[in-house]
């Protein structure tokens, strides 16, 4: 088992900002997990992760000068509500918010989907944030 998993989102900011949506193309979520995740690619993405496992996401631009941030990851009950919101550590702080990890935990329901949202900072003002809630991590 690998000690980290790393999530990446590849964000077209302009198409992001233009369309009004992360969807169309506009986000690829990728992972580097050794088991078999699925959705690679896609806002889709089910990561497959180990207890104890770090997970790193990382927010990456499409174009090197439209700026992309992690806003925030909120973890999701079965009703798709806010069930539990990852802060950033100390390190995600000094590094801007482009990094954010945590730590699977042991009591995560082995199997089942745990879907989560991740809401992206583009540029400044209201309509500059988006979020997906489509992404999950599946517990082995």
Known sequence: MKPQVNI????DVIGALSESTLLNGNLCLIDDSAYDSTGQGTPELCTVVRPGQVVQWSAIA?????????KSITFLGADGSPAGEITPSSES?????DVWS???????????PQRYRVEFQMYE?????????SASLTCL
């Not at 945590?102 to 089942?112: I, L, N, Q």
């Open 125 to 133: 003002g209201a309509a500059s944030v988006a979020h997906i809630d």
């Open 93 to 97: 702080a000094e590094l801007g918010r």
């Open 8 to 11: 990446a989102a590849v964000v």
């Open 62 to 70: 499409l174009d090197v000068q439209t700026p992309v941030e992690i």
């Open 102 to 112: 945590g730590v699977v935990p042991a009591y995560m329901p082995r199997g089942v």
